[in-house]
């Protein structure tokens, strides 16, 4: 009698945890109490990193209502951070973060409330040369959010911080990367005419012959038309291009171009903030 009791109450027991052990857990609302341990972080650049990085989960799990509170939270981050604890660059890549991530959420007007914070950072950086290596992070948010006439706008400003840049092969490369971004806006003309502030006449020609290969190339990608003959010229011929001589290229000339590799610092999340 008291062994079939025993057993019964063992059986029972087990099903028991096996019942607890088979619930399933609530994944979003486990997020969002970590939103909520992140906003007790005392470090401002840790605290928004992982503020952002909860959202950029929310909105991939499809819950962009959540993502568009921990994105108030963040933005709260920053500004009551003071410039010692974000500073310039924290602070820039942090607002623009906010306009990606809440375009995500499908929230526009916070987006656009964002973008006009980062743009009101860049444009109290001095000296003027300083913003220089921010314009391509903040232009393409212009881009997505305002169109490409605002974005023209933003590149042709930033055409007069470029010119005071004293080193010649920082400011040239400044000039072909906001050129490049003109090109892609569909306003070559404004193009040159950035180009045109550098009075080589031959480097200008070498820049141009440079984004016409480099945009053969991508055109190429994008088509999906690498066969033999683009990776020849990926693998060889690109070694002579202008571009390649121009990346390589260390010093100032009237017939060779000066460095001009990649320009600028990256203000996107995911450069910035994300962690996988």
């Given at each position: 009698?008291?062994r079939t009791?025993?057993?019964v109450?063992?059986l029972?027991?087990?099903a ?6 088979s619930t399933?857990?609530?994944p979003?609302?486990l997020l969002?109490?970590?939103g909520e341990e992140a ?8 605290r928004?990193?992982?503020q952002?990085?909860i959202?950029n ?8 209502g ?11 981050t920053?500004?009551?951070a003071?410039r010692?604890?974000l500073?310039?660059h924290?602070?820039?890549s942090?607002?623009i973060?906010l306009?990606?991530l809440?375009r995500?959420?499908g929230?526009?007007?916070?987006a656009?409330a964002s973008l006009?914070?980062?743009?009101a950072?860049?444009n109290e950086?001095?000296?003027h040369p300083?913003?220089c290596q921010y314009?391509?992070g903040v232009?393409?948010?212009v ?6 006439r605002e ?6 400003t930033?055409?007069d911080?470029?010119v ?7 400011r040239?490369?400044?000039f072909l ?9 569909g ?5 040159r005419?950035?180009l045109?502030?550098?009075a ?5 020609s070498?820049?141009l012959?440079a984004l016409s290969?480099?945009?053969r190339?991508?055109a190429?990608a994008?088509a999906?038309s690498w066969?033999?003959?683009a990776?020849a010229y ?5 070694q002579?291009?202008?571009?390649a001589?121009m ?7 009237s017939s060779?171009p000066?460095?001009?590799?990649p320009?600028g610092k ?5 450069s ?5």
């Amino acid at each position: 009698m008291f062994r079939t009791l025993h057993l019964v109450l063992v059986l029972l027991a087990l099903a028991g945890c096996q019942e607890r052990r088979s619930t399933a857990l609530d994944p979003d609302r486990l997020l969002h109490m970590a939103g909520e341990e992140a906003g007790q972080v005392k470090a401002p650049r840790e605290r928004l990193t992982r503020q952002l990085n909860i959202a950029n989960r929310q909105i991939e799990n499809g819950r962009a209502g959540e993502a568009r509170q921990t994105l108030s939270a963040a933005r709260e981050t920053i500004r009551q951070a003071d410039r010692d604890a974000l500073g310039e660059h924290d602070r820039l890549s942090g607002w623009i973060s906010l306009c990606e991530l809440s375009r995500g959420a499908g929230d526009a007007a916070f987006a656009n409330a964002s973008l006009d914070q980062a743009l009101a950072v860049l444009n109290e950086l001095n000296p003027h040369p300083e913003r220089c290596q921010y314009v391509l992070g903040v232009e393409r948010e212009v881009r997505a959010l305002r169109g490409e006439r605002e974005a023209v706008r933003l590149l042709t400003t930033a055409s007069d911080w470029a010119v005071e840049i004293p080193a010649e092969g920082t400011r040239r490369s400044a000039f072909l990367a906001f050129a490049e971004e003109l090109c892609r806006c569909g306003d070559y003309e404004a193009a040159r005419g950035m180009l045109r502030r550098d009075a080589d006449a031959a480097w200008r020609s070498d820049a141009l012959t440079a984004l016409s290969d480099r945009a053969r190339v991508e055109a190429q990608a994008m088509a999906g038309s690498w066969g033999s003959k683009a990776v020849a010229y990926s693998a060889s011929e690109a070694q002579s291009s202008p571009l390649a001589t121009m990346e390589r290229s260390n010093t100032s000339s009237s017939s060779r171009p000066v460095r001009v590799g990649p320009f600028g610092k990256p203000l996107d999340f995911r450069s910035n903030y994300y962690r996988p």
